[in-house]
């Protein structure tokens, strides 16, 4: 199995600064990784997909970047409704897994 | 607008079989690019994919469940059923099902969640 590793695990915030959370892949999995958040007592959330392809209606400010091994998404100025967890997923190969997620929280 | 909903028992016992039913509606499990997948979350860990079915009924398994689960799809209903067998206590966790688009070509397939359903909490008692 391909183990997906973010990181940070957590990270504080303030409102307006640049965020950026990491994820690794444990071989190559080309462009193959998707970006979720998830709210407290909500379902997950698409971002990104293909590493870098916005999903319709997510605001620009979100970004993902990456591929290969390691990948990158960036909040570029956080806003108050972005304090969440975000997963990344690997859609390479079976079983299409997910990282531990990296939850961002207010300063 | 796409929407899905999970529904089944909120509490099953030990080695009993577990039976999810995903109802969807704003698109139909028969055109192509489509499928519904499976992914279930224990109370306060990450996330963990179980299945995925396609329009063309082709089936992906998480290879360390693939002997308890079962997916399965009624396009007239717009349903999607999940089994899973032999349930245990670790088995504890909110399900959710989620409308999936895939690329196949050029392989291997790229495959994206979006949206999901709300979830249901499944509790499995000793």
């Known amino acids: 199995d391909i183990q997906m590793t973010q990181s940070p695990s957590s990270l504080s915030a303030s409102i307006g600064d640049r965020v950026t959370v990491t994820c690794r892949a444990s071989?190559?999995?080309?462009?193959?990784l998707n970006w979720y958040q998830q709210k407290p007592g909500k379902a997950p959330k698409l971002l990104i997909y293909?590493?870098?392809s916005l999903q319709s209606g997510v605001p620009p400010r979100f970004s993902g970047s990456g591929s290969g091994t390691d990948f990158t998404l960036t909040i570029s100025t956080l806003q108050p409704e972005d304090f969440a967890t975000y997963y990344c997923?690997?859609?390479?190969?079976?079983?299409?897994?997910f990282g531990g997620g990296t939850k961002v929280e207010i300063k | 607008q796409i929407t899905l909903k999970e529904s089944g028992p909120t509490l099953v016992k030990a080695t009993q079989t577990l039976t999810l039913t995903c109802t969807f509606s704003?698109?139909?499990?028969?055109?192509?690019?489509?499928?519904v997948g499976w992914i279930r979350q224990p109370p306060g860990k990450a996330l963990e994919w179980l299945a995925l079915?396609?329009?063309?009924?082709?089936?992906r398994y998480s290879p360390s469940l693939k002997t308890r689960l079962t997916i399965t799809k009624d396009t007239s209903k717009n349903q999607v059923v999940l089994t899973m067998t032999n349930m245990d206590p670790v088995d504890t966790a909110t399900y959710f099902c989620?409308?999936?688009?895939?690329?196949?070509?050029?392989?291997?397939?790229?495959?994206?969640?979006?949206?999901w359903g709300q979830g249901t909490l499944v509790t499995v008692s000793s």
């Open positions: 989620a409308h999936s688009r895939v690329l196949r070509y050029p392989p291997p397939e790229m495959v994206w969640f979006d949206p």
């Open positions: 079915i396609y329009w063309d009924d082709d089936k």
């Open positions: 293909g590493a870098s």
């Open positions: 071989q190559s999995i080309g462009p193959y």
């Open positions: 704003g698109f139909s499990l028969s055109t192509s690019g489509v499928g």
């Open positions: 997923q690997q859609t390479y190969s079976s079983p299409l897994g």
